[in-house]
T-cell receptor
Framework: AQSVTQLGSHVSVSEGALVLLRCNYSSSVPPYLFWYVQYPNQGLQLLLKYTSAATLVKGINGFEAEFKKSETSFHLTKPSAHMSDAAEYFCAVSDDSSYKLIFGSGTRLLVRP | DAGVTQSPTHLIKTRGQHVTLRCSPISGHKSVSWYQQVLGQGPQFIFQYYEKEERGRGNFPDRFSARQFPNYSSELNVNALLLGDSALYLC?????????????FGSGTRLTVV
């Protein structure tokens, strides 16, 4: 069975600092991996996805993630945090035969002025 | 282009009642999925419908049911509401059934059961 673990339910950074949100997955088949962002009282917005092409994936709003098969990780990074990045971030996994996304429990990003 | 639209945005129901939530997918999308997001948790898969047929069901009781109409819009029905059904219900659409294409989510319906 597939699963996703997001380390750290809350991450706090200063404005302008590096953002690193961690995601580790478990999958017996080549996975598809996603990062979604959720702003308060809103739905989920796709930031980026990995579907077995380049291992370094660039997304919207300056975010990127690197697929590391040996570490079963798909960590999300952004070089410089903005106040507007404060939100909840979800990592999700799927595979070629699946119709559903398996989500992690989420990481709330706080950005300090 | 309109995104995924869900209605209503909020509602309050009493235990034991029935509720119907509605979703209109992005034009051209044939797949609609429903997810439940309890406060403080990640979304949990409930159903997927593709071309008006149920293609997948998550680990939810039979009180939960859904259907997809010829125009690809969808309804989620929940009978005999429990306090634990209080959650944000998210609808997601995709042009195909595979999750690898990535889903576009609506803003959700916040259901409160009292």
């Amino acid at each position: 069975a597939q699963s996703v673990t997001q380390l750290g339910s809350h991450v706090s950074v200063s404005e302008g600092a590096l953002v690193l949100l961690r995601c580790n997955y478990s999958s017996s088949v080549p996975p598809y991996l996603f990062w979604y962002v959720q702003y308060p009282n809103q739905g989920l917005q796709l930031l980026l996805k990995y579907t077995s092409a380049a291992t370094l994936v660039k997304g919207i709003n300056g975010f990127e993630a690197e697929f590391k098969k040996s570490e079963t990780s798909f960590h999300l990074t952004k070089p410089s945090a903005h106040m507007s990045d404060a939100a909840e971030y979800f990592c999700a996994v799927s595979d070629d035969s699946s119709y559903k996304l398996i989500f992690g429990s989420g990481t709330r990003l706080l950005v300090r002025p | 282009d309109a995104g995924v639209t869900q209605s209503p945005t909020h509602l309050i129901k009493t235990r034991g009642q029935h509720v119907t939530l509605r979703c209109s997918p992005i034009s051209g999308h044939k797949s609609v999925s429903w997810y439940q997001q309890v406060l403080g948790q990640g979304p949990q898969f409930i159903f997927q419908y593709y071309e008006k047929e149920e293609r997948g069901r998550g680990n939810f009781p039979d009180r939960f049911s859904a259907r997809q109409f010829p125009n690809y819009s969808s309804e989620l029905n929940v009978n005999a509401l429990l306090l634990g059904d209080s959650a944000l219900y998210l609808c997601a659409s995709s042009w195909d059934r595979g999750a690898n294409y990535g889903y576009t989510f609506g803003s959700g319906t916040r259901l409160t059961v009292v």
